[in-house]
């Protein structure tokens, strides 16, 4: 007899209206692919009702969790005779998910599903029609229909005729919020796939393996170096450091000779580095009480991790007053790499002994006359730009700067 979904990922306990959701695949359907190396799941299964998109997103995001993977999808199957307009809202959203250039187009469009011809209406220029059609929208929408329902249908995609510009500003300024979230959203997804499971102590694996691709040592191409003023002002690239005043708060005192991050290039003891800190994350461990702690330095020349695993609470306590977002510290320790499931990092991570609270020197811009520059694609472009010049003008102008040079 066939598993059902909630006996395949037993580990995951949803609530009573997810498990009637998952309970409503037909388990002689249910087809697993697992990529262990990648550690990903795809289900694909048959279901009975619809299920909006939102909810089976959240569930397999839930199931992702409990099994901590790197990615879960579930790809469902639907009795044809339920496709009708209904669904065109969440195909929409289904294509957002999927599509190269797809989010942020359907925000204000009107769609009529007729005949198996859907047609869409989106409030862009011909050019972000066309935009639409290179990155083959119109069929991926097809695909997505054909996978669920088993139903063919012609996808047409047109400018709205009652084109209106403020709209299609509102549009982008949207889009453009949308997009730094997406942003925020994948930085911290990177760092939840960097993640090892908890092990004790602070020390790093000692084995070695075969790199999977070579240390970038930094994305700037020059030499970076740490020069102490008489004054104890230390400048790294763009950042500038005040050590003429530490106060050691963790471990003991240390003389702060800091190298740059770049530079480290090698697993190398007794070092020094400073920085600002980004990325602070606690999260409570596996073991009762116990926490897990990362968070990355940088010093205007590259930046480098840390991770703590199973730190008690007085210990979390006494880092956070110190070690939080936006502070500067210089940090005496040594670097590593972490191995992780037989495969080694490819960067560095750093290791704490001991901690300082140091200042970072705020650059000021003295200038009487303040300038900006505004850079981006107009439809001038032989670019994939959207925007044509005037409304780029006229956008800028709104943000409330007078001295504007374009360049295209």
């Given at each position: ?229 008489e004054e104890g002002k230390c400048r790294i690239g763009a950042l500038t450091f005040d050590l003429s005043a530490p106060s050691y ?160």
């Open positions: 007899m066939s598993k059902n979904l909630l006996e395949i990922f037993s580990r995951y306990t949803p609530g009573a209206d997810d498990a009637r959701i998952l309970l409503l695949a037909d388990p002689s359907s249910i087809a697993l692919r697992a990529d262990k190396e990648k550690r990903m799941i795809e289900i694909k299964a048959s279901f009975g009702e619809v299920i909006p998109k939102q909810i089976l997103y959240r569930i397999e995001e839930e199931i992702r969790k409990a099994y901590q993977l790197q990615s879960v999808r579930i790809y469902p199957r639907y009795p044809s005779q339920l496709f009708d307009r209904d669904r065109i809202p969440d195909l929409l959203i289904e294509t957002n998910r999927r599509g190269i250039v797809a989010n942020g187009f359907f925000n204000h469009c009107d769609f009529r599903l007729s005949n198996e011809s859907l047609t869409i209406e989106i409030p862009f220029s011909e050019g972000g029609v066309s935009l639409m059609y290179d990155a083959k929208t119109p069929q991926l929408m097809e695909q997505i229909v054909q996978e669920e329902f088993g139903v063919a249908i012609k996808v047409n995609i047109h400018r709205m005729d009652a084109f209106d510009a403020s709209l299609y500003e509102n549009s982008v300024e949207a889009q453009i919020k949308e997009l730094a979230v997406q942003a925020a959203r994948a930085e911290a997804e990177y760092r939840r796939m960097q993640e090892a499971p908890p092990v004790s102590g602070n020390a790093p694996s000692e084995v070695e393996e075969k790199e999977i691709l070579p240390r970038a040592a930094s994305i700037y191409d020059e030499d970076f170096t740490a020069e102490i003023t708060v963790i471990g003991e005192p240390f003389e702060i000779r800091p190298i740059p991050i770049s530079t480290i290039d090698s697993p190398r003891r007794n070092l020094v580095i400073i920085g600002e800190i980004f990325g602070f994350q606690k999260e409570a461990s596996r073991t009762e009480g116990k926490f897990d702690v990362s968070f990355s330095v940088f010093d205007g020349s590259n930046s480098i991790e840390h991770r703590t695993f199973g730190m008690d609470a007085e210990e979390v306590d006494a880092l956070c007053e110190v070690v939080r977002d936006g502070a500067a510290v210089a940090m005496h320790g040594y670097a590593k790499k972490m191995t992780r499931k037989g495969q080694v990092d490819t960067d560095f991570t750093f290791f704490y002994t001991d901690i300082a609270s140091i200042s970072r020197i705020i650059r000021k811009d003295t200038a009487e006359k303040k300038r900006v520059e505004l850079h981006l694609h107009t439809t001038m472009s032989q670019m994939d730009a959207l925007i044509a010049p005037d409304a780029a003008v006229k956008t800028a102008l709104k943000w409330g700067h007078p001295a504007i040079a374009i360049t295209d």
